[in-house]
C-alpha cells in the first residue's frame, strides 16, 4: 500500500481523506462484520465503548491521515526515517505517561534505532554536498 499509495497521493488521484476512508472502511467494515458474526456484539462497559472509538478514531484514522499525507509531501527517506522512530516514540511515550520499564535490552535497541537513522542522514548529506 505504501508505495501504491505514494504514488496515487503525488498523482494527486485521490484526496488524504480518501486514501484513508476507503482502506480503512473496507477493512474495518469487512472485519467488524466476520467479529460480531463469530462472537456477537461485546459487552463493553462505557468505559471499554471509550477506549475503542479512541483506538478507532486516535490512533487509527488519525494515524493513516497523517500517514497519508506524509506519502504525499515526504520523499521516500524521510517518511522511512519517520516509520523507523516511530516505535522509539512509542516506548518513550509508554515510559513517561503509562509508567512502562525499559528494559536494557530495550534501551540499546532505541540507540541502535537512532544510531542507524543517524548515519543514513549523513550520509544523505555527505552525497548531497557531492
Known amino acids: ?3 501504491m ?3 496515487v497521493a503525488r498523482e494527486r488521484l485521490a484526496g488524504t481523506l480518501s ?3 476507503f482502506p480503512l472502511g473496507f477493512g474495518g ?3 467488524l462484520l466476520i467479529a460480531l458474526l463469530l462472537e456477537g456484539i461485546p459487552n463493553f ?3 471499554g465503548w471509550a477506549i475503542v472509538l479512541w483506538l478507532a478514531v486516535v490512533n487509527t484514522a488519525i494515524a493513516y491521515l497523517l ?4 506519502l504525499q509531501v515526504l ?3 524521510e517518511m522511512n526515517v519517520l516509520l523507523n522512530l516511530s516505535p522509539l516514540g512509542t516506548a518513550l511515550l509508554a515510559w513517561l505517561l503509562l509508567d512502562e520499564q525499559l528494559t536494557p535490552i530495550q534501551v540499546v535497541g532505541m540507540v ?5 537513522v543517524a548515519v543514513v542522514q549523513w550520509r544523505r548529506g555527505k552525497a548531497a554536498m557531492v
Open 1 to 3: 500500500f505504501g508505495i
Open 5 to 7: 499509495g505514494r504514488e
Open 19 to 21: 486514501l484513508t476512508a
Open 29 to 31: 467494515g469487512l472485519l
Open 45 to 47: 462497559s462505557p468505559m
Open 67 to 70: 500517514y497519508n499525507h506524509s
Open 75 to 77: 520523499t521516500a527517506l
Open 112 to 116: 541502535t534505532v537512532i544510531l542507524g
